[in-house]
């Protein structure tokens, strides 16, 4: 079981960016999916997730309306579309899977989730 993630980079406030999150050895149809990230000397965070099997989403207040969270079943893929960057979403992403639905909102603790990308930086600076 394994997903591994790719498109991080270093981007101008205002720019945008698009994380790919690829599962394999499990599908994410019938799983549920979050993004969390970390910034450096604090806590992980959840930044979104879909988990209850009725393609809703769930976002903390700071992400709405600038991060969408979504999924491609034919690629086994999931993405996490990410506009109008800010100095402060400056973080290392991780893409997380668990192999049934979960209840939400809120998201989930990162503690029910049990599959795990390598993680992805982002930086945004001016």
């Known amino acids: 079981l394994q997903l591994v993630e790719s498109g991080g980079g270093l981007v101008l406030p205002g720019e945008s960016l698009r994380l790919s999150c690829a599962a394999s050895?499990?599908?994410?149809?019938?799983?549920?999916i979050a993004w969390f990230r970390q910034a450096p000397g604090k806590e992980r965070e959840v930044v979104s997730c879909?988990?209850?099997?009725?393609?809703?989403?769930t976002y903390p207040d700071a992400m709405k309306g600038r991060f969408t969270i979504s999924k491609d079943y034919a690629k086994n893929t999931m993405y996490l579309q990410m506009d109008d960057l800010r100095v402060e979403d400056t973080a290392v992403y991780y893409c997380?899977?668990?192999?049934?639905?979960?209840?939400?909102?809120?998201?989930?603790?990162?503690?029910?989730?049990?599959?795990w990308g390598q993680g992805t930086p982002v930086m945004v600076f001016t």
């Open positions: 997380a899977a668990h192999q049934f639905f979960l209840e939400s909102p809120p998201c989930p603790s990162e503690f029910r989730f049990g599959i």
């Open positions: 050895g499990f599908g994410l149809d019938g799983s549920a």
């Open positions: 879909e988990v209850n099997g009725d393609d809703s989403a």
